[in-house]
């Protein structure tokens, strides 16, 4: 069992940047991929970012490459996600979720998900 705790989300300017973190419980924290994602209002969950157990590996959704960017801390059962030159189209609720499996861009394979934080871009 894991439970994931997002933090960091807040109302910033286009262009500005924030640090998402996700504190999560449980002993076995280095054997998931960690995943956040996204929902904007009306629209789906979309994939935004995701880490391979070890850190060594990182994916990204083509809207976010270049301005966000994934890490994490087993050592203190952590992941971040560095935002930079926000825009409005980021606004959205962003959750952390644990993956066991091998599939990083599909929400349906997270096993575990925190309660999201909200992050809002003002134009």
């Known amino acids: 069992q894991v439970q994931l705790v997002e933090s960091g989300g807040g109302l910033v300017q286009a262009g500005d940047s924030l640090r998402l973190s996700c504190a999560a419980s449980g002993r076995t924290f280095s054997y998931y991929v960690m995943g956040w994602f996204r929902q904007a209002p009306g629209k789906e969950r979309e994939f935004v970012a995701a880490?391979?157990?070890?850190?060594?590996?990182?994916w990204y959704a083509d809207s976010v490459k270049g301005r966000f960017t994934i890490s994490r801390d087993n050592a203190k059962n952590m992941v971040f996600l560095q935002m930079n030159s926000l825009k409005p189209e980021d606004t959205a609720v962003y959750y952390c979720?644990?993956?066991?499996?091998?599939?990083?861009?599909?929400?349906?394979?997270?096993?575990?998900w925190g309660q999201g934080t909200q992050v809002t871009v003002s134009s």
């Open positions: 979720a644990a993956a066991s499996q091998p599939v990083v861009r599909t929400a349906e394979r997270y096993d575990y």
């Open positions: 880490i391979s157990g070890g850190g060594s590996t990182s």
